[in-house]
Nanobody, 123 residues
Framework: QVQLVESGGGLVHPGGSLRLSCTAS????????VGWYRQAPGKQRELVAV???????LRGDSVSGRFTISTDKAKHAVYLQIDALEPEDTAVYYCNSGLIVVPGAGVLAGRSWGQGTQVTVSS
């Protein structure tokens, strides 16, 4: 099973940017779709973005173009760049591996999760 470790969260002023990182152990990482979810206080966990092994990217329905996902397979890493941060982006952000993308239907979360990294947007 893939082990995932997130980093890069913190306290940011509105309008700022962050790049979250997730590093993975396990050989299947380069073959799997990987992605980011987030969970705000009192809300359900929601999909932020996915990148497939072929490089196709998808964003969650409630997420805007301010979020960009990318990978560095050589480093077994996936990144989430978040620009123009808003207070509504405050959440714990989780890395996920082994997602299944179903064309026309949606995304199923994989079994491997990181511990999460807290992003707080506040003035």
């Amino acid at each position: 099973q893939v082990q995932l470790v997130e980093s890069g969260g913190g306290l940011v002023h509105p309008g700022g940017s962050l790049r979250l990182s997730c590093t993975a152990s396990g050989s299947s990482f380069t073959r799997d779709a990987v992605g980011w979810y987030r969970q705000a206080p009192g809300k359900q966990r929601e999909l932020v973005a996915v990148i497939t092994s072929s490089g196709t990217t998808l964003r969650g329905d409630s997420v805007s173009g301010r979020f960009t996902i990318s990978t560095d397979k050589a480093k077994h890493a996936v990144y989430l760049q978040i620009d123009a941060l808003e207070p509504e982006d405050t959440a714990v952000y989780y890395c996920n591996s082994g997602l299944i993308v179903v064309p026309g239907a949606g995304v199923l979360a994989g079994r491997s999760w990181g511990q999460g990294t807290q992003v707080t947007v506040s003035s």
